[in-house]
């Protein structure tokens, strides 16, 4: 991965932030990209795609459409009610115009080694990892198989959103580490992503402006 000059970084906008240890409650992210330009409260709804094994694919988007929703995002699971999956990105740009999204995230669990190659432990700037920037179906495409996430091992969570049609980058993130203790499409699947979901799910939550009190 290739560290940028700060200079350069600085006129991309491309920075991540390494979120600090006094962040409220138990859970937080790891790391942190966000467009400056970028509004939640701009987004109608969201088309969440799972990559990785099946069952775990289909519980994070489960979870995920859960989660943005409690959060006041619009979401939908991208597989749901629909069982035949689309082979291609036209059959998927499709479902997402069905569904009538704006915006698609994606996530899945990664293991120690795609943090290793993909994040650098430098805690001041850091470049979005190549290939995120590329496009929701590219980055999907790519992460679909699965990925080095095993059972009973440290994960996280990682997910990355864009916009829908324009396929704009425009939020990354990545939770804390937790450990997968069940096979994919273990009922209890669902349950083990609930926290580092929510987590996910509430930086996204659309920031309210601040209301001018009477005097």
């Known amino acids: 991965?290739?560290?940028?000059?700060?200079?350069?970084?600085?006129?991309?906008?491309?920075?991540?932030?390494?979120?600090?240890?006094?962040?409220?409650?138990?859970?937080?992210?790891?790391?942190?990209?966000?467009?400056?330009a970028f509004?939640?409260?701009?987004?109608?709804?969201?088309?969440?795609?799972?990559?990785?094994?099946?069952?775990?694919?289909?519980?994070?988007?489960?979870?995920?459409?859960?989660?943005?929703?409690?959060?006041?995002?619009?979401?939908?699971?991208?597989?749901?009610?629909?069982?035949?999956?689309?082979?291609?990105?036209?059959?998927?740009?499709?479902?997402?115009?069905?569904?009538?999204?704006?915006?698609?995230?994606?996530?899945?669990?990664?293991?120690?080694?795609?943090?290793?190659?993909?994040?650098?432990?430098?805690?001041?700037?850091?470049?979005?990892p190549p290939g995120y920037s590329a496009g929701w179906y590219s980055y999907w495409l790519a992460v679909r198989g699965g990925g080095d996430a095993t059972a009973n091992a440290p994960v996280r969570l990682e997910a990355n959103l864009y916009l829908h049609p324009g396929n704009q980058l425009v939020w990354s993130a990545v939770s804390e580490t937790f450990e997968l203790s069940g096979q994919a499409g273990d009922p209890g699947a669902d349950r083990e992503f609930d926290r580092p979901i929510e987590t996910l799910a509430q930086a996204l939550r659309p920031k309210l402006p601040r209301r001018r009190h009477d005097r």
């Open 1 to 36: 991965m290739t560290i940028m000059h700060s200079n350069r970084i600085r006129d991309l906008g491309l920075v991540w932030s390494i979120l600090v240890a006094g962040c409220a409650g138990p859970a937080r992210l790891s790391t942190q990209w966000t467009d400056p």
């Open 39 to 128: 509004r939640s409260s701009t987004l109608r709804q969201v088309m969440v795609l799972g990559g990785g094994a099946p069952g775990n694919a289909a519980a994070l988007e489960r979870g995920f459409a859960r989660a943005l929703a409690a959060s006041g995002v619009g979401a939908i699971a991208g597989r749901g009610g629909a069982p035949d999956a689309p082979a291609d990105s036209a059959g998927w740009w499709a479902r997402a115009a069905e569904l009538g999204s704006d915006a698609v995230l994606v996530t899945r669990l990664v293991g120690a080694r795609t943090i290793d190659a993909n994040y650098s432990n430098v805690t001041s700037y850091v470049a979005v």
